[in-house]
């Protein structure tokens, strides 16, 4: 059974740093895309970072701000997020989608407010 717990989140002030932790059970990393995406407060739900064995993509916004990286003894998967802006407030959920697009699961997710 795949459970995705999602830490890391709570206030920062513009400019600051956050680091998003998922830790993921059921799951071989190497048969699934390992995806940050986030909902702020009004929006729909998009891709922020994805994370395959070592290919990575990001949304054109946080680009050069955010990093997802894995480490796959722990079984985990990180959102280092920094310069962080008030337009990065939202929620943000970890996802695991199998590379066949046949199965997915998400996290409960985790609040990220950039507020002074």
């Known amino acids: 059974q795949v459970q995705l717990v999602e830490s890391g989140g709570g206030l920062v002030q513009p400019g600051g740093s956050l680091r998003l932790s998922c830790a993921a059970s059921?799951?071989?990393?190497?048969?699934?895309?390992m995806g940050w995406y986030r909902q702020g407060p009004g929006k729909q739900r998009e891709l922020v970072a994805r994370?395959?064995?070592?290919?990575?993509n990001y949304t054109d916004s946080v680009k050069g701000r955010f990093t997802i990286s894995r480490d796959s003894a722990k079984n985990t998967v990180y959102l280092q997020m920094n310069s962080l802006k008030p337009e990065d407030t939202a929620v943000y959920y970890c996802?695991?989608?199998?590379?066949?697009?046949?199965?997915?699961?998400w996290g409960q997710g985790t609040q990220v407010t950039v507020s002074s």
């Open positions: 994370i395959r064995l070592d290919s990575t």
């Open positions: 059921g799951v071989i990393f190497g048969l699934y895309y």
């Open positions: 996802n695991a989608q199998s590379i066949t697009g046949s199965r997915g699961y």
